[in-house]
């Protein structure tokens, strides 16, 4: 690789992993806010497991990320050397546009391959360990949501209130008891108790003392006209609080999309070696499309890379301009365009019939078809 090359690869390099670094976070950032920025706030675990887990986030995110990221990478950085008349000089020394775009397309290739690693190993593995960690990380301390002066409203079918806490020892207790259609059909009032975790049913047990129960018509809680019942006992520990929210099953339900790759094709295997009975063969067709789809879809994401290189090769190059915010725009859209056309087909993994495993390289084709046809119309000029 002589000066040259090595000049634009390193442009293109270092432009390509700030931008994969910008998406990346973006692409991480709702899910961090989302699942555990407020557990670690309310106390549930500390910064190092705080940090493990948004590590184990990344992966998934770079996936997505790197197709965007050498995209921009190429358009900002072709974009700056065309508006500065540096591609001009060297067309001009001789050395053709496929010459020029090289190093680009070397590094496009190291980025496929990249991009494979994560697509079919990293990221299904730091996946599913994000979905194992974070939950066993909220069950060591799962009275870590109750915080004091504050409504909690995240259960499902209970509103909380706390006046103070002292390690387990809970004071000035309110608890909301609600019927599907979220109205209140007991009010709970204790002066303290404590909050007791049962791990069988997933759910928080309050065992308060000296407690006031208000219970109001199961079947109109809203009607006022009728007065609530209310008694006084010295203990109560009738409710159960569903702790779903923060660590259901839908947190530990390993998905087909979260396995390793030699694991998704065992099961496709094992899948396709069933026989299924005549009444469910429909059913069983678009289980296989599923698991083919997932497949197919890792191996189309990687190769999206070099498409988008071959289309921000050209185009960088057209466009001519030096400013960040136009190119990172035009970016985003051939971006938008590419995944709103696989998202349309992906919409057809209830067909099998229509092999929409297959289709999702329509994009690809478009994308790479747009990209021949922009190179040669820059090379011809």
């Given at each position: 690789?002589?000066?040259?090359?090595?000049?634009?690869?390193?442009?293109?390099?270092?432009?390509?992993?700030?931008?994969?670094?910008?998406?990346?976070?973006?692409?991480?950032?709702?899910?961090?806010?989302?699942?555990?920025?407020?557990?670690?706030?309310?106390g549930q675990f500390g910064a190092a497991t705080?940090?493990?887990?948004?590590?184990?986030?990344?992966?998934?995110?770079?996936?997505?990320?790197?197709?965007?990221?050498?995209?921009?990478?190429?358009?900002?950085?072709?974009?700056?050397?065309?508006?500065?008349?540096?591609?001009?000089?060297?067309?001009?020394?001789g050395i053709s546009l496929a010459r020029i775009?090289?190093?680009?397309?070397?590094?496009?290739?190291?980025?496929?391959?990249?991009?494979?690693?994560?697509?079919?190993?990293?990221?299904?593995?730091?996946?599913?360990?994000?979905?194992?960690?974070?939950?066993?990380?909220?069950?060591?301390?799962?009275?870590?949501?109750?915080?004091?002066?504050?409504?909690?409203?995240?259960?499902?079918?209970?509103?909380?209130?706390?006046?103070?806490?002292?390690?387990?020892?809970?004071?000035?207790?309110?608890?909301?008891?609600?019927?599907?259609?979220?109205?209140?059909?007991?009010?709970?009032?204790?002066?303290?108790?404590?909050?007791?975790?049962?791990?069988?049913?997933?759910?928080?047990?309050?065992?308060?003392?000296?407690?006031?129960?208000?219970?109001?018509?199961?079947?109109?809680?809203?009607?006022?006209?009728?007065?609530?019942?209310?008694?006084?006992?010295?203990?109560?520990?009738?409710?159960?609080?569903?702790?779903?929210?923060?660590?259901?099953?839908?947190?530990?339900?390993?998905?087909?999309?979260?396995?390793?790759?030699?694991?998704?094709?065992?099961?496709?295997?094992?899948?396709?070696?069933?026989?299924?009975?005549?009444?469910?063969?429909?059913?069983?067709?678009?289980?296989?499309?599923?698991?083919?789809?997932?497949?197919?879809?890792?191996?189309?994401?990687?190769?999206?890379?070099?498409?988008?290189?071959?289309?921000?090769?050209?185009?960088?190059?057209?466009?001519?301009?030096?400013?960040?915010?136009?190119?990172?725009?035009?970016?985003?859209?051939?971006?938008?365009?590419?995944?709103?056309?696989?998202?349309?087909?992906?919409?057809?993994?209830?067909?099998?019939?229509?092999?929409?495993?297959?289709?999702?390289?329509?994009?690809?084709?478009?994308?790479?078809?747009?990209?021949?046809?922009?190179?040669?119309?820059?090379?011809?000029?």
């Amino acid at each position: 690789m002589n000066l040259l090359d090595r000049h634009i690869f390193r442009s293109v390099l270092f432009t390509c992993a700030a931008a994969v670094g910008l998406f990346a976070f973006v692409v991480a950032l709702p899910n961090v806010l989302r699942d555990l920025l407020g557990p670690l706030l309310a106390g549930q675990f500390g910064a190092a497991t705080f940090l493990r887990l948004v590590a184990l986030l990344f992966p998934f995110a770079i996936s997505f990320a790197l197709p965007m990221g050498i995209l921009t990478g190429v358009l900002l950085t072709l974009g700056r050397l065309s508006a500065d008349s540096e591609i001009t000089a060297m067309r001009a020394a001789g050395i053709s546009l496929a010459r020029i775009a090289r190093p680009v397309f070397i590094l496009a290739a190291l980025g496929t391959l990249l991009a494979l690693y994560v697509n079919l190993e990293s990221a299904p593995w730091a996946r599913a360990q994000f979905h194992r960690e974070l939950p066993a990380a909220i069950r060591a301390n799962p009275l870590g949501v109750i915080v004091p002066r504050t409504f909690i409203r995240d259960f499902k079918g209970a509103v909380i209130y706390v006046g103070a806490r002292d390690g387990d020892v809970l004071r000035d207790i309110w608890i909301w008891d609600l019927d599907r259609q979220s109205r209140v059909r007991r009010l709970v009032r204790a002066e303290s108790g404590r909050v007791e975790y049962d791990e069988a049913t997933n759910s928080l047990i309050p065992a308060l003392t000296r407690a006031t129960v208000e219970e109001r018509d199961p079947a109109d809680p809203e009607n006022f006209g009728q007065a609530p019942r209310v008694v006084t006992v010295g203990r109560f520990d009738e409710i159960r609080i569903p702790l779903d929210r923060y660590m259901g099953e839908h947190f530990v339900r390993l998905k087909e999309e979260w396995l390793p790759y030699g694991e998704l094709q065992a099961l496709r295997a094992r899948q396709a070696a069933e026989t299924p009975a005549l009444e469910k063969k429909a059913e069983h067709a678009r289980a296989g499309m599923r698991l083919a789809m997932i497949s197919m879809e890792k191996w189309a994401q990687a190769a999206a890379v070099l498409c988008f290189a071959l289309v921000g090769v050209p185009l960088g190059i057209r466009v001519s301009r030096r400013e960040t915010s136009a190119n990172l725009g035009l970016a985003l859209l051939l971006v938008l365009g590419f995944y709103l056309l696989t998202v349309a087909i992906k919409w057809l993994d209830k067909q099998p019939e229509l092999r929409p495993d297959l289709l999702l390289w329509i994009p690809h084709v478009v994308f790479a078809s747009v990209g021949l046809a922009l190179f040669r119309r820059v090379e011809s000029r």
